[in-house]
């Protein structure tokens, strides 16, 4: 594999404080969608505290793929350099 990206030069071995940054982009991520979600089940359906858990927990699960990979590169675009091409 090559170090560095042949067109724009970036580095494709990221420094350790990236993986630390990129998870405090996917916790706001989690809390922004989780507040969101108990919101739109409070204010439309309003149901019993069993259902509040049993959705969050179930919609963190299906979350984490999109949280996981839009965190990394908001991070990188934010504050790792990048420009966009």
């Known amino acids: 594999m090559n170090d560095r990206c042949s067109s724009c030069g970036v ?3 990221p420094e350790p404080g ?5 998870l405090y982009v996917s916790y706001a991520f989690t809390i922004a969608f989780f507040i969101g979600l108990w ?9 019993a505290d069993w259902v509040y858990g049993v ?4 919609a963190c699960v299906l979350f984490v793929p999109f949280s996981f990979r839009y965190s990394r590169i908001l991070f990188l675009y934010w504050f ?6």
Do not use: E, H, N
């Open 39 to 47: 919101l739109i089940l409070y204010l439309l359906f309003d149901p």
């Open 11 to 13: 580095s494709f071995m």
């Open 80 to 85: 790792g350099g990048i420009k966009r091409i």
């Open 18 to 22: 990236f993986y630390f940054g990129a």
């Open 55 to 58: 959705t969050i927990v179930l």
